[in-house]
Nanobody, 127 residues
Framework: QVQLVESGGGLVQAGDSLRLSCAAS????????MGWFRQAPGNEREFVSA????????VYANSVKSRFTISRDAAKNTVYLQMNSLKPEDTAVYYC????????????????????WGQGTQVTVSS
């Protein structure tokens, strides 16, 4: 089992920045491919970003590319999502996801590939 705990959400103004954190426990962090998803009210959960086990491969949704940066810190068993130039349309509950993978370069964009999810953290961007 993998436990994921997100933090760092909040209420900010358009143009501000936030950094989300997701602390993982229960399995060796280096075996985990990690991802961030978000869900706004009335919308389906959507992919935001993902990072491979080794941290060398990352992928982003077009809507956040060049504004968001995903990273991971093996010493802290934590994955981060740095969000800059936030827009009102970024308002959502942000979820961290993880799964054990065999290949160090694997990145998943499909939510069905992840077996472990955090409880979510609310991000609200006012205009």
């Amino acid at each position: 089992q993998v436990q994921l705990v997100e933090s760092g959400g909040g209420l900010v103004q358009a143009g501000d920045s936030l950094r989300l954190s997701c602390a993982a426990s229960g399995r060796t962090f280096s075996f985990l491919a990690m991802g961030w998803f978000r869900q706004a009210p009335g919308n389906e959960r959507e992919f935001v970003s993902a990072i491979s086990r080794n941290g060398r491969n990352t992928v982003y949704a077009n809507s956040v590319k060049s504004r968001f940066t995903i990273s991971r810190d093996a010493a802290k068993n934590t994955v981060y999502l740095q969000m800059n130039s936030l827009k009102p349309e970024d308002t959502a509950v942000y979820y961290c996801a993880a799964d054990v993978v065999s290949y160090s370069s694997t990145c998943f964009q499909d939510s069905s590939e992840y077996n472990y999810w955090g409880q979510g953290t609310q991000v609200t961007v006012s205009s």
